[in-house]
């Protein structure tokens, strides 16, 4: 790997991690989902870093001929774990709405019967 591109991963990692974290700091960005952006941002930090570890961890554990592989798997996994965790709060917060709709429905059903008897 070259300098250019250890240094563009560098800084793009930190770039990243400074972002999440302004964000997190604003309250605009809940700390459960800066998790992951700050894991990816380390491990964007880490490849030229530990670039020897990532070659021998892709060609002699994980039988790949070319370590470059090893960057997309694992960024692809640390997406698919974040869409596994938006998929599990859209699913919480679709059963709390059915909540709230038949809470409001039997409030106006309620709120039209005390009408009726007004």
Same mark, same amino acid.
């Given at each position: ?14 770039? &990243? ?15 459960? /989902? !800066?998790?992951?952006?700050? &894991? ?10 530990? $670039?020897? &570890?990532?070659?021998? =961890? !892709?060609?002699?554990?994980? =039988?790949? #001929? ?5 960057? /997309?798997? !694992?960024?692809?996994? &640390?997406?698919?774990? /974040?869409?596994? /965790? ?12 059915? #909540?709230?709709?038949? =809470?409001? !429905?039997?409030? $106006?059903? #309620?709120?039209?019967?005390? #009408?009726? $008897?007004?």
């Amino acid at each position: 790997m070259g300098i250019v591109m250890k240094t563009l991963l560098i800084i793009t990692g930190l770039g &990243f991690f400074i972002f999440v974290l302004l964000f997190v700091r604003k309250n605009s960005f809940r700390p459960s /989902y !800066a998790v992951l952006w700050i &894991f990816i941002s380390m491990f964007l930090i880490s490849i030229p870093l530990f $670039e020897s &570890f990532y070659s021998w =961890l !892709a060609s002699s554990v994980m =039988l790949m #001929k070319d370590a470059r592989n090893i960057i /997309y798997i !694992a960024l692809i996994g &640390f997406l698919l774990v /974040y869409i596994f /965790y938006l998929t599990i709060r859209i699913t919480r917060m679709s059963d709390q709405i059915q #909540k709230l709709i038949s =809470l409001t !429905a039997i409030s $106006e059903t #309620k709120i039209n019967r005390l #009408k009726k $008897e007004l």
